[in-house]
């Protein structure tokens, strides 16, 4: 019996998209002189790794299960 995983690229693009952002902006605030277009493209990638291979809720809640607390509260 074969487990199927539920993974969330677009969800890890979205958040790698606003954390890119929010990034390219504080460097800039900050005089740091970097394209913004490089902090938002790493950005994007980082979230979209993180949404394909990192933690699933699935995991998360079978952990808090475990340790008998919710992982919601």
Do not use: E
């Amino acid at each position: 019996m074969a487990v199927v995983v539920k993974r969330r690229p677009v969800r890890g693009l979205i958040a790698g998209l606003l954390i890119g952002l929010g990034a390219a902006v504080m460097l800039v605030l900050y005089d740091v002189n970097v394209s913004g277009d490089v902090v938002l493209a790493a950005g994007v990638v980082l979230g979209l790794v993180w949404g394909l291979f990192g933690p699933t809720r699935r995991m998360a809640r079978a952990r808090a299960a475990d340790q008998g607390d919710s992982p919601d509260a």
